[in-house]
């Protein structure tokens, strides 16, 4: 028998992308899932789709930033699958613009779902953990906690600190050796956020070189039975940590260069305030497209900031004698 069958998993974020492609891989192992996000309506098409791979799904609607209401669903949670095994904390909006322009209202919202939603996520599972002594905590990260990104500061400053609060967490936990807080770094994914994002440029996103999100959710499964503290998804996490230090000027100004100018669009908030309509399934298209004027892929940076560590490395190699 497959080790996760029957594993009982609850999912933030479950109505789209990432989320979504989760619970789907989770229910085809047989998995028992409890999904939270805003729009209930959204929440309740994963669940028929999940019911109809294999697993049980119960739809507990939940806004993460709500300190209570995901005191609620840890406890509905518990409740109704006796144990919970896994809580995937998957929760991620954003805001584009140049940080001055952007209203600082959405700045406020993107740290409160990024940042605040995800401890509000952990404060409510880790006592059931400790009851249990024992449970996996997965925290959707994303290479922009490595690479900063210009024109998404609030996003940026959210995933700096979700990095922090896993290694923090990681050091309380050290006396539960099997509690488990892991990381997932991937890089560009093809969801509907890009389209649900806040967008305060003038112009619309495009992307280009995103990856399959079930690639991310067959990542995120494999942490039930084989728990890390940190996963890359697209590029490897070493390389992340180095390119860090060497990529951020590229970066910003790839960024810069490469913003569809030749299209206006009007300012709007997106997500931040109000679930979207509709909610946008796993997928966001743009791997359907023919790339043109694109907002630099978090794969792209990946890419650039590789040669950037390898020419480094390469001018303090020592020359060869022939």
Not at 13 to 19: C, T
Not at 85 to 113: M, T
Not at 197 to 219: I, K, Q, T
Not at 223 to 239: H, T
Request: aromatic share 6%; charged share 20%; with cysteine.
């Amino acid at each position: 028998m497959d080790p996760r069958r029957g594993k009982a998993v609850v999912i933030t974020g479950a109505s789209s992308g990432i989320g979504a492609a989760t619970a789907e891989a989770f229910a085809a192992d047989g998995a028992r899932l409890v999904l939270a996000a805003r729009n209930a309506e959204a929440l309740e098409d994963v669940a028929e789709r999940c019911r109809h791979a294999g697993g049980e799904a119960l739809v507990v609607p939940t806004d993460v930033t709500n300190a209570a209401a995901v005191t609620h669903l840890a406890g509905r949670a518990r409740d109704h699958l006796g144990v919970i095994d896994l809580w995937f904390s998957n929760v991620g909006i954003g805001a584009v613009g140049r940080f001055h322009e952007v209203p600082i209202e959405a700045h406020r919202r993107v740290i409160e779902a990024n940042l605040i939603g995800h401890l509000n996520d952990a404060h409510a599972v880790l006592p059931i953990f400790i009851a249990q002594r024992r449970g996996v905590f997965v925290n959707m990260i994303s290479v922009g906690a490595f690479f900063p990104a210009p024109l998404a500061v609030a996003y940026s400053a959210s995933k700096f600190g979700l990095r922090g609060m896993s290694e923090a967490l990681r050091s309380e936990l050290v006396d539960y050796p099997d509690i488990h807080v892991c990381d997932v770094y991937p890089t560009l994914v093809d969801t509907p956020a890009f389209r649900h994002s806040g967008n305060y440029l003038g112009n619309p996103v495009e992307v280009s070189g995103a990856m399959d999100p079930r690639h991310v959710a067959r990542a995120v499964v494999g942490l039930a039975d084989r728990p890390r503290n940190s996963i890359g998804v697209g590029a490897p996490v070493g390389l992340m940590k180095l390119a860090q230090f060497l990529g951020a000027a590229a970066t910003r100004r790839a960024i810069e260069r490469s913003l569809d100018r030749s299209r206006r669009m009007p300012a709007t908030a997106g997500n931040l305030f109000v679930p979207p309509a509709p909610a946008g399934g796993i997928d966001g298209g743009f791997r359907a497209q023919r790339p043109r004027h694109t907002l630099v892929a978090a794969a792209s940076l990946c890419g650039v900031a590789a040669l950037f560590a390898g020419g480094a490395w390469l001018a303090r190699r020592p020359a060869r004698s022939g």
